[in-house]
């Protein structure tokens, strides 16, 4: 059995992180025709589209971390 591919070609390892904006969170494949230059058809920003896709990653991230951080079970003081 052959590992786990950690990486599809020609995407990132988050799904759409390359294809949302990274200001409105607005998300439309055909932005990626170009593939070094992000350009949002919704708010008109225009960003690297690694540096696009980077933030978004680090926001989901900052997202599921905080998740997993409010979903512990309260410290109990008694033992
Ligand atoms: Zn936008």
């Given at each position: 059995m052959r590992r786990l591919r950690l990486r599809q070609p020609g995407r990132g390892s988050v799904p759409g992180a390359s294809q949302?904006?990274?200001e409105c969170g607005y998300t439309d494949i055909r932005?990626?025709?170009l593939q070094a230059r992000?350009?949002?058809r919704s708010c008109g920003v225009v960003a690297h589209a690694?540096?696009?896709a980077s933030r978004n990653i680090a926001r989901k991230g900052?997202?599921?971390w905080a998740a997993g951080r409010e979903?512990?079970?309260p410290v109990t003081s008694r033992r």
């Open positions: 949302q904006c990274c932005d990626r025709a992000f350009r949002c690694d540096l696009n900052d997202v599921a979903s512990r079970v």
